[in-house]
């Protein structure tokens, strides 16, 4: 009979250290580049934060802040007879709030007057004034009233405002500034492709230039412009003809065109050094009026012993192969602190802030 045949043993589970040593540096391995990923998205975004840019401060003479004005004064829009409003309170994920329990607001100042101050206007009662948290505002004139949106009907003679409609749409997730066209028809840019704040934050770091551009109208709604880092400011020129749009941590201004479909084409791109916020236009020049943000890092982690600086930027022949851009105002903080918006009338400047107070100036 022949002997059996021996088996060589079978190794016990969890003894093979060849293989434990492989997965420990396979694990080491991705752990390493996890972190190098993560410190080069650190690295962009300080850069695009401009997280260790300073100013230098740019004075104007005739400057006083806004009685009335506290807790921001986010964007401006002025009208021909020189009534402007002021989108003021906004609350925003992550930012500092000087009234953290007060709702939002709308203010208006008669920059006509001798010595013109702001006031808050009445909203129609039905309105959930409460939770209102106002982002940007547009002003359209029509032959019979004047509308925003939230598309409100400013009454002048009562100095209140009428609320006529909220617009709600799949394309408007995270809407940050319009500029209105028509009666319920605006230009809307969406900063953000979330609504929900950590998935905002989340694109923010991983900069996936989701941003858009939307046309709105009762009859059609569509994205005509696409692919920016944070889509911001957004107006529109005197003659009607284009499109301006911030894309505020990429530090450009677009230039779109216009079409009779109201789709969009790009025209050119203006590179700055600065986080470019709402923009405003002089109806008379056609310049472009830009509340900038030199350090955006400050606006995130604020300090009152180091706050965010403000910058004012006027933008000159845009359309020309060398567009001309001046800063007419920088301060430190510790005058006007996270400037978001700059607006011109005759001879008289604008400068809000978003969560800090606004300033008034003659030039």
Known sequence: MAPPTELPARPERGSAPGFRAMG?????????????????????????????????????????????????????????????????????????????????????????????????????????????????????????????VEIFKFEEAENSLLHLKTVKHELLPSVNDITAVGPAHFYATNDHYFSDPFLKYLETYLNLHWANVVYYSPNEVKVVAEGFDSANGINISPDNKYIYVADVLAHEIHVLEKHPNMNLTQLKVLELDTLVDNLSIDPSSGDIWVGCHPNGQKLFVYDPNNPPSSEVLRIQNILSEKPTVTTVYANNGSVLQGSSVASVYDGKLLIGTLYHRALYCEL
């Open 24 to 148: 420990r540096l396979v694990a080491v391995g991705l752990l390493g580049i996890a972190l190098a990923l993560l410190g080069e998205r650190l690295l962009a975004l300080r850069n695009r934060l401009k997280a260790s840019r300073e100013v230098e401060s740019v004075d104007l003479p005739n400057c006083h802040l806004i009685k009335g004005i506290e807790a921001g004064s986010e964007d401006i829009d002025i009208l021909p007879n020189g009534l402007a409003f002021f989108s003021a309170g906004l609350k925003f994920p992550g930012l500092h709030s000087f009234a953290p329990d007060k709702p939002g607001g709308i203010l208006m100042m008669d920059l006509k007057e001798e010595k013109p101050r702001a006031r808050e206007l009445r909203i129609s009662r039905g309105f959930d004034l409460a939770s209102f948290n106002p982002h940007g505002i547009s002003t359209f004139i029509d032959n019979e009233f004047k509308n925003t």
